[in-house]
């Protein structure tokens, strides 16, 4: 299973000189709830869309494997945690896109 590196968040993050705090300003969220959210390891599909678009990354860039590179190419492996709450159509229709993001990026 492929999962988020949210550390690697924060290198592209640093590598692009865009301090945390206007990173998590960009995406709608204080601060403190941008650093919870990495500490948790658990973010929205909407915020992690935000993320790629700020960073200017494929979603893809900010997951990691197991090391087989075969994963990667297979959308259906990747794990993002969230509330049971936010599994509602808006949340659905989220991960629909990263799919076919996924499915077609370059």
Excluded at 42 to 61: A, F, G, H, Q, W
Excluded at 87 to 98: A, E, F, G, P, V
């Amino acid at each position: 299973m492929s999962k988020l590196d949210y550390n690697k968040i924060k290198s592209l993050a640093a590598g692009k000189r865009i301090p945390i705090k206007e990173l998590a300003k960009l995406c709608g969220l204080s601060e403190q709830g941008f650093h919870y959210m990495l500490k948790k390891q658990s973010m929205r599909v909407d915020t992690l869309e935000k993320i790629c678009n700020v960073l200017e990354v494929n979603p893809m860039d900010l997951f990691i494997g197991d090391g087989n590179e075969e994963e990667l190419q297979n959308p259906s492996s990747v794990v993002i945690r969230a509330k049971e709450s936010d599994y509602n159509d808006i949340l659905m229709q989220k991960l629909d896109t990263i799919i076919d993001l996924l499915r077609y990026r370059s």
